[in-house]
């Protein structure tokens, strides 16, 4: 069976500072990636996917992430961060289920507190 | 258009008690799942629906959880005998298809189950 690690529980950042959080997911065939954001108060939203091509995958707000295929990892980065992204992150893996579905995978999140 | 909806947001019940959880999925979603996500943790998968059938429902804990999506759009999750180890954000989400791993899930804002 599939899994996803978010090996940073906690992070807490400065404004401006840079940002990554580390995913790495346990499953040997063809995966789609995902990262979803919680902002404080509202619903899991889609921050960015990754299918196939670049590997370098661009989302909204100005989050990327880069998909290693030889490192099973799929990390999450921002360059300088805002007070504004603020929230929980949680990386996902699609991958095929034995009930004959892709069923996602979550990890167990990482909370970002971004200080003004 | 709506996004995903869930109904109430917050139930409170007394152990033993018997619960019902709705889903509303967006229109025109034919695939709907159902987490639960404890404190701290990421949505851990229960069902996932296909149209009317529960294509894969693995992540069931025991068999007092029953879900149903009679006519292919709303489902509920029926949770009988509540215990303590049940109290947790119950999320609902659907997307165009499950048969596909391109899916992007849209989440609604879940139903905070706490028993007594």
């Known amino acids: 069976a599939q899994s996803v690690s978010q090996h940073n529980h906690h992070v807490i950042l400065s404004e401006a500072a840079s940002l990554e959080l580390g995913c790495n997911y346990s499953?040997?065939?063809?995966?789609?990636l995902f990262w979803y954001v919680q902002y404080p108060g509202q619903h899991l939203q889609l921050l960015l996917k990754?299918?196939?091509?670049?590997?370098l995958v661009k989302g909204i707000k100005g989050f990327e992430a880069e998909f290693i295929k030889s490192k099973f990892s799929f990390n999450l980065r921002k360059p300088s961060v805002q007070w504004s992204d603020t929230a929980e992150y949680f990386c996902?893996?699609?991958?095929?289920?034995?009930?004959?579905?892709?069923?996602?995978?979550f990890g167990r999140g990482t909370s970002l507190i971004v200080h003004p | 258009g709506a996004g995903v909806s869930q109904t109430p947001s917050n139930k409170v019940t007394e152990k033993g008690k018997y619960v019902e959880l709705r889903c509303d999925p967006i229109?025109?979603?034919?695939?709907l799942y159902w987490y639960r996500q404890s404190l701290g943790q990421g949505p851990e998968f229960l069902i996932y629906?296909?149209?009317?059938?529960?294509?894969?429902d693995s992540g069931l804990p025991n068999d007092r959880f029953f879900a149903v999506r009679p006519e292919g759009s709303v489902s509920t999750l029926k949770i009988q005998r509540t215990e303590r180890g049940d109290s947790a954000v119950y999320l609902c989400?659907?997307?165009?298809?499950?048969?596909?791993?391109?899916?992007?899930?849209?989440f609604g804002p879940g139903t905070r189950l706490t028993v007594l």
């Open positions: 989400a659907s997307s165009i298809t499950g048969q596909s791993s391109y899916n992007e899930q849209f």
């Open positions: 499953y040997g065939g063809t995966v789609n």
């Open positions: 990754y299918f196939s091509g670049d590997p």
């Open positions: 996902a893996v699609n991958a095929w289920a034995s009930g004959g579905s892709y069923i996602p995978t």
């Open positions: 229109s025109g979603h034919t695939a």
């Open positions: 629906f296909q149209g009317t059938g529960a294509a894969d």
